[in-house]
C-alpha cells in the first residue's frame, strides 16, 4: 500500500501513550470512525479541512487536530446527535510523519478535557527536549 | 490480512461501527481523489450530476453521513463510473480498507475512457489475429501494457481487476479462426505487440 504519511504515537517518559488510553476508553463507534480517517490521511498527499485535519492557531501553533465527527442515534431517534472528537498531533512536512499527542472530544467550543491542547503543547515540547518515545501508531 | 484490524472486529460493536465509518466516509474520500483527477470543481461536478452545489458539498463531507441512494447515483453518473452496494464478507472489507489509494482512484476510468479502451483493444486484437499472428504473443503484451500501466504498485491489483476488460475483450476477439503455428516471424510479432501495446495504453 502506497503510504504518504506515517502514524506515530508518542510514549511520556512515564510510559503513557496518550493517544492510546484516549483511543481505548472511546466506543467502538469513535474507534471506527477515527481509524478511517488515519487510513485516508496515511494516503492523501495534501490534507484539507475536508480530509479530516485542521492545523490549530494562537496558543496552540504547531498542532494539528484530526475531525472525527460522528452522528449518535438513540433507539427509534429521527436523527442523530453530532458528536465531535479531536485527536490532536504534530505534523512534520519534511519527515512525511503525524505524531499523535493526545485526544479528546469537543462539546460546544470546549474540549474535554479542557486541557488537551495545552497537554499535548507540553508532550510535544518535552519530546523535542529528548524525552520520551515514539512507536508506529498500528490500525 | 491485516491482523490487527482483524482482531478489532472480533469486537461486534467495532464491526457494527467499523462498516458504518467505511461506508460513510469512503464516498466522500473518492470523491474529493476524483475530483483531483478531473480538476473539477464542486460546482462543475453540481451540474454534470445534476445536483445542486450544496449537496454535493454535504456529499464531500467525511463527517455528513446522511447521503442518500439517489444522492450518490447522481454522483456516479457526474463522474461517469459506476457504484456498487452490496454486502460482503468482513475480509473483503478488510481487504479494500488496506488497498484504498488515492492513485487507485486517480486511475479509475470514466465509461468514456474505458470503452475507447475496450474498442481499440478490440480491435488490435482482431486484426493481429487477422494477421495471423500468435494469440499467446498478442494477449502477452495487451497485458504487459496493462501492467505497466499501473506502475507495479501493491495498490495496483484492483486496478489490474478493472483493466481486465480489455483483456478479456482481447481473449474473446482471438478466439477466431487463428493460422497454422510458425506463420510468424519474430519481427512480425514484435511490430503488432508494440502496436497493440499502443492502443491499450492508457
Not at chain 1, 463507534?29 to 492557531?57: N, Y
Not at chain 2, 439517489?70 to 468482513?90: E, L, Q
Request: proline letters at 4%; one cysteine or more; aromatic letters at 8%.
Amino acid at each position: 500500500m502506497a503510504l504518504k504519511w506515517r502514524f506515530l504515537d508518542y510514549e511520556t517518559k512515564d510510559g503513557d501513550v496518550p493517544i492510546r488510553d484516549w483511543y481505548s476508553a472511546e466506543p467502538g463507534q469513535v474507534q471506527s470512525a477515527f481509524d478511517t480517517t488515519v487510513r485516508h490521511l496515511s494516503v492523501t498527499e495534501i490534507w484539507t479541512v475536508r480530509d479530516g485535519a485542521k492545523p490549530l492557531t494562537r496558543q496552540h501553533v504547531g498542532l494539528t487536530e484530526l475531525l472525527v465527527d460522528i452522528d449518535v442515534w438513540a433507539a427509534r431517534a429521527a436523527r442523530g446527535v453530532k458528536r465531535r472528537f479531536r485527536p490532536v498531533g504534530v505534523r512534520n512536512d519534511d519527515e512525511g510523519t503525524f505524531l499523535f499527542l493526545g485526544g479528546c472530544s469537543k462539546v460546544g467550543g470546549m474540549l474535554d478535557p479542557i486541557t488537551a491542547f495545552d497537554d499535548a503543547m507540553r508532550r510535544w515540547d518535552e519530546w523535542q527536549r529528548g524525552l520520551g518515545k515514539v512507536h508506529d501508531h498500528e490500525l | 490480512m491485516n491482523s490487527r484490524l482483524w482482531e478489532k472486529l472480533r469486537n461486534k460493536a467495532y464491526r457494527k461501527h467499523f462498516v458504518e465509518a467505511q461506508v460513510k466516509r469512503q464516498i466522500p474520500f473518492q470523491m474529493r481523489a476524483l475530483l483531483k483527477k478531473a480538476r473539477w470543481t464542486q460546482g462543475e461536478l453540481a451540474e454534470r450530476a445534476e445536483l445542486t452545489q450544496g449537496a454535493v458539498s454535504r456529499a464531500l463531507n467525511p463527517n455528513y453521513g446522511n447521503l442518500t441512494l439517489n444522492t450518490i447515483i447522481h454522483i456516479a453518473s457526474g463522474f461517469d463510473v459506476a457504484f456498487i452496494g452490496r454486502f460482503v464478507p468482513f475480509s473483503k472489507l478488510v481487504e479494500e480498507f488496506d488497498e484504498v489509494t488515492e492513485e487507485l482512484l486517480y486511475s479509475l476510468p470514466s465509461f468514456t475512457e474505458e470503452d475507447a479502451l475496450v474498442t481499440e483493444a478490440a480491435t488490435a486484437a482482431r486484426t493481429f489475429a487477422q494477421e495471423g499472428h500468435k494469440p499467446a504473443r498478442v494477449l502477452s503484451f495487451v497485458k504487459k501494457q496493462r501492467d505497466a500501466s499501473v506502475g507495479g504498485d501493491a495498490g495496483a491489483s484492483k486496478l489490474q481487476r478493472l483493466n481486465d476488460i480489455p483483456l478479456r475483450q482481447a481473449k474473446a476477439d482471438l478466439k477466431l479462426p487463428q493460422p497454422p503455428a510458425g506463420t510468424v516471424t519474430k519481427t512480425e510479432a514484435d511490430t503488432a505487440a508494440s502496436g497493440l501495446g499502443q492502443a491499450v495504453g492508457y
